[in-house]
């Protein structure tokens, strides 16, 4: 396995990147992988080099970038009131999905000029917070998204003029939303709306609701981690991005 972290270069200022890919045959179909509220850690980089092993060049960014270089958190960011989750949240609840299309322009741009993405779709998934910027993502650059993923993605169904769910039909890509039974962050009946969102849409793709999950199911170092259900969001997500292009 090659990796490498680098600052990537956006209109914003330097965005912490992790890159890997496998070391022979490539080269690889680039895959942006986009993290959760509590950012980046060696959990996440450990998702992005398991999916590189099986042929993919993976991207995975800081997106708290613009807050600064202090902005990888603690084990305690999950603690409800702690210090951590608070620095945490202070950097999240600013975080919009404009600028972040604007990131994704930018690592489209990057995977463009190296040696070792291939030509051809580009893939994205993004967890949590990032779900939405996934689907947004597909949206935004449907000429150049092959496929988007959303993983318990948060609150798809809101009144911001990005919301994901007002604009499945200008998306080309397959799309793949995965929801867990349990996740007050996006509650059944706002699950149910959003499928019937997105049948109306016309958008290729599927809704799976995972029963008896809850939010943050495929991450190893949660406390509620669902050894099944990941492994079942390995294979829909090794599979979507297989069928890509």
């Known amino acids: 396995m090659k990796e490498e972290i680098f600052d990537l270069t956006t209109a914003d200022g330097a965005m912490e990147t992790f890159v890997c890919h496998p070391e022979r045959d490539g080269p690889f179909p680039a895959i942006l992988m986009l993290m959760d509220a509590p ?3 060696e959990e996440l980089y450990d998702m992005a080099r398991r999916l590189a092993t099986v042929g ?6 800081n997106l708290y970038y613009r807050a600064g270089r202090d902005t990888k958190y603690g084990p305690d960011v999950l603690d409800k009131g702690s210090a951590e989750q ?9 975080m919009t999905i404009p600028p972040v299309m604007e990131d994704v322009g930018a690592m489209l741009a990057f995977v463009d000029g190296h040696d070792a993405a291939s030509d051809g779709p580009v893939g994205t998934h993004g967890y949590c917070m990032s779900g939405p910027y996934s689907l947004a993502a597909a949206a935004r650059y449907p000429d150049r998204i092959g496929a988007a993923a959303s993983f318990y993605g948060t609150w798809l169904v809101n009144d911001a003029e990005e919301s994901p769910h007002l604009t499945f ?7 793949y939303i995965s929801c867990a039974e349990h996740d007050d962050l996006a509650p059944l009946d706002m699950v149910e709306e959003l499928r019937g969102l997105f049948d109306a849409s ?14 943050g199911f495929a991450f190893p170092g949660r406390k509620i981690y669902d050894k099944p259900a990941a492994e079942r969001h390995w294979e829909r997500l090794i599979a979507l991005y297989g069928r890509m292009g």
Request: aromatic fraction near 6%; glycine fraction near 12%.
């Open 169 to 175: 039909a200008q998306t080309k890509g397959e799309l």
């Open 39 to 41: 950012g980046i850690r």
């Open 56 to 61: 993919y060049f993976v991207v995975l960014p």
């Open 202 to 215: 016309g958008a290729r793709g599927e809704l799976e609701v995972h029963p008896g999950v809850h939010h």
């Open 86 to 94: 608070a620095r945490m949240r202070a950097v999240r609840t600013k």
